[in-house]
């Protein structure tokens, strides 16, 4: 089951206005009906805030996916910057998950150059050794941490993932593949969002719901719905940017924008990833989404 994949994604410019450049198409093992999901309004819930998308800006950049990486599991925030950009994550975050100080091979781009879920993190081989051990000490026992080495070393501009589905870019060596499969216990598909193969600088995507490149069209996001199982938008972030990896970072209960975000789009974001007066216990969240991957389990 670890072996469907797309070999005909088109290699459409990065910059291209297409809007025809997604060729995946779901298996039937992944059609899964929603209902059959234990709902998370079943269990007793804790009211975590009442705004669940945050504008937050890191030094003058509203690139909050550059410098920040968020799952279900931990938060990585680069060192440095101004503590407030810290500290708003860790309001948000840190009574439920672990908001971790770190930088990949020097440079605070930590977002860019990672990727990961609640399962796994990858790094690229820039990580350092001390750096390696330090995010190995600070992840929960549970989180596998590997290093990788890619030629596309910006692994957050070329994989978009959940918990369950990882898009990559159609170029990623096979062993990373295999790598990502096996670290972040997800199905592999190779894919360009609009055009671009960079899936993950232009996406967004949890459990719950994901945000897609403004030029993506319809059928795409249907296609692309289907194989994550999860809905889509297509929009901006950071007043009309395309670049929706690096303006946002969510995980099934929170989501962080960069400070340019306006109203409209931070409304969008909050009603794409069921956050509008969210009261979902985090860890309930995840202990009912595991019932999906038995079942894809079971269907593959």
């Known amino acids: 089951g670890r072996e469907r994949k797309c070999e005909a994604a088109k290699q459409a410019p990065e910059n291209s206005s297409a809007s025809s450049g997604v060729c995946v198409k779901a298996p039937n093992s992944l059609f899964l009906n929603r209902s059959q999901l234990p709902s998370c309004s079943q269990h007793q ?18 690139e909050v996916g550059v410098y920040a990486k968020l799952t279900n599991a931990y938060a990585l925030v680069a060192i440095g910057g101004s503590e407030n950009f810290y500290s708003v994550f860790e309001a948000e975050l840190a009574d439920h998950i672990p908001v971790i100080h770190a930088s ?22 820039i990580t350092t050794d001390q750096e390696l051990q330090h995010l190995r000490n600070a992840l929960p026992d549970s989180v596998k941490i590997q290093r990788v080495e890619e030629r596309l070393s910006a692994l957050g501009n070329c994989i978009a993932c959940n918990d369950y589905v990882a898009l990559v870019h159609t170029d990623l060596d096979r062993q990373t593949e295999e790598i990502l499969q096996d670290t972040l216990d997800v199905e ?4 360009t969002i609009a055009g671009n193969v960079l899936v993950g600088s232009y996406c967004a995507i949890t459990n719950l719901g994901g945000l897609v490149h403004a030029r993506t069209s319809v059928e795409d996001m249907e296609e692309l719905s289907q194989l994550l199982q999860i809905p889509l938008t297509a929009g901006t972030i950071n007043r009309g940017s395309d670049v929706i990896g690096a303006g946002v970072v969510a995980n099934d209960w929170a989501a962080f924008c960069g400070m340019d975000t306006t109203a409209t789009e931070l409304g969008v974001v909050e009603r794409i990833f069921k956050l509008s007066g969210a009261t979902q216990e985090p860890s309930k969240v995840m202990g009912d989404l595991t019932l999906r991957s038995s079942l894809i389990d079971t269907l593959t």
């Open 45 to 62: 819930a804790i009211h975590l805030s009442h705004r669940m998308a945050v504008r937050a800006a890191f030094e003058n950049s509203s």
């Open 104 to 125: 990949i091979g020097g440079t605070r781009i930590i977002g860019r150059v990672s990727v990961g879920n609640r399962k796994g993190l990858l790094v690229p081989t």
């Open 188 to 191: 592999v598909f190779r894919a």
